[in-house]
């Protein structure tokens, strides 16, 4: 049987808070962020305790657009310098490495960065160049962590088998995500349960990644934290792709640490959300609701979201039928 | 040790959905809804498989004004028939009765009137004069539901002592009413815990009506059916005073009844609440937020959300001082 972990009143010293709002908020506007909100948004999170920042991703541009897709879609360093300087504060950077987008050798030694932890993100069938990943970014001296991605659409067996095979590699934390926004409370508490197991044979920390198509974002994220889950991902305002992630706000609310503070955030967000919210799209809406009821990728409610298509019944028997 | 009920693939016989889109979203706009979409909720709500209808509520046109409030909150007789007719479906008609409101001799005997249900409203202070209405409800010949509000606020053995006298009550059915949005999950269950002990003892069974202040309506609800609560408040698009309620078209999707249809509410969502949403303010926002998270009365944020004030930092300041 699963124990808690604290109370609702006690200080949880193996928290980390993870802010992914420019890396997943990225996702909407292809990584077009202006230098200033990138470090307002930094600022804000040191200001609100918050422990690691990912700043966006680590693609190679010799695989990837420079013309179509921003700064932090390639994280180079002088980049992130620009950004944060030295880093001197008690924040830790992350940045996230996609599976075949990313060239290992262009990750530079930790001793010549300002990162401090490289996730890869992985679908089960990527494991294998996963782990080459791990094992060099480990190798360069770096934190690491795997977010196995899709797992909603896995077998049992096959999530174990990675599982497994992870658990055996120098990864810090492995993360359960919810890419689609499709599990419930109950589910997430017996992945947490699967995942704390082989984690904590192993010596490793388990992370949690929640998207908001069924509202469920912040409500999983507690639930797995409850349960033992260490890393929580969350964005400002739960910026992010589609539905969006847990929102920060509201998880520094619940949080009892007095590290953690929320008048920054709330600062960032009456300066800098309120108008991003008039340009950009994202968070809980119907066509999101519907994906994630149905355990399906975002991409078609995206798509009805871009073209104001309200059609709901329409939208929801397409994808039942495109599921017979 | 509190056991679940049901697993995620069986179905609750004992569940009962329970739509207040008119009672509680009449307290958006002073219950001055068309004919035409309260009569489109009725029929949607039949279509979708929902157990009962909460129409408005029953206070007496002798203690508030008709000129400034419409029909629903009154729910006069030859209203409701206007609307519903004999209601010849299998979905039960609900009123609500305001402690302070109400007349207790305008309620119709129970062979006069459409109505199926009385549920009664109630602060804890408000339990003599709460009973009172139960009893005469009751003998009258209505199911009856009371819903203790604020129970946030309340010290605990002072809920202990309530729950005990309406236990002693013919009353139906005892409501777990999260009014300030400002419940946990794991304060959720504990209250589901004590409130099903009290319930079972005496035959009567436990409802949950949660709000949206904190993105945890849904997953509230879904916490305390799981652990054995009959009863389950719920409206269309989560329309309600405030932050809202538990979106209804949220709850149908977990449930595994397939009595249950989401289309009819997905139809009514892309006719009447699209538009509906340009004229209306209702839902998840930070002032909610903030009065969620510090236990308040969400009033200062109605006031702030209807002067589009979104100066966050003070606005939170100015409640950290006033609890102070």
């Known amino acids: 049987m699963l124990k808690k972990k604290g109370t609702m009143l006690s200080v949880r010293e193996d928290l980390r808070i993870l802010d992914c709002t420019i890396r997943d908020g990225g996702l909407v506007n292809k990584f077009h962020f202006t230098d200033d909100f990138v470090r307002g948004v930094y600022e804000t999170c040191v200001a609100s305790g918050v422990d690691y920042f990912e700043i966006g991703k680590n693609n190679s541009p010799t695989l990837m657009s420079e013309d179509e897709f921003g700064a932090w879609n390639f994280c180079k360093e002088e980049d992130i310098r620009r950004i944060v300087g030295e880093n ?13 987008r990313t060239v ?9 960065s300002v990162v401090d932890m490289v996730r890869i993100a992985a679908y089960a069938h990527q494991i294998p160049e996963a782990i080459e990943l791990i094992e060099d970014a480990h190798a360069k001296g770096y934190e690491t962590t795997i977010n196995i991605m899709a797992i909603s659409k896995l077998f049992e067996s096959d999530l174990d088998e990675v599982l497994e095979t992870v658990s055996k590699t120098p990864v810090d934390v492995i993360y359960v995500v919810d890419s689609f926004g499709s599990f419930y409370p109950e589910q997430i508490r017996k992945l947490t ?9 192993t010596g490793k920390k388990v992370g ?3 998207h908001n198509n069924m509202q469920l974002a912040y409500a999983n994220t507690i639930e797995s934290m409850v349960y033992g889950t260490s890393f929580l991902d969350a964005t400002i305002s739960g910026l992010g792709r589609g539905a969006g992630n847990c929102p920060l706000e509201l998880l520094i609310g619940f949080l009892k640490n007095p590290k953690y503070k929320i008048q920054p955030l709330l600062k960032f967000i009456q300066d800098e959300i309120v108008p991003l919210e008039k340009e950009l799209d994202w968070g809980y809406s119907i066509p999101y609701m519907i994906t994630g009821q149905l355990n399906e990728h975002p991409r078609s409610a995206m798509k009805a979201r871009a ?3 309200t059609q709901f019944v329409k939208f929801y028997n397409s994808l039942l039928d495109a599921q017979q």
């Open 88 to 100: 001197n504060t008690d924040m830790k950077i992350a940045v996230m490495s996609d599976i075949g």
């Open 104 to 112: 290992k050798d262009e990750l530079l030694p930790k001793a010549d």
């Open 193 to 201: 349960e699967k995942y704390l197991k082989i984690a904590e044979e």
């Open 208 to 210: 949690i990644h929640a």
């Open 307 to 309: 073209e104001g298509d």
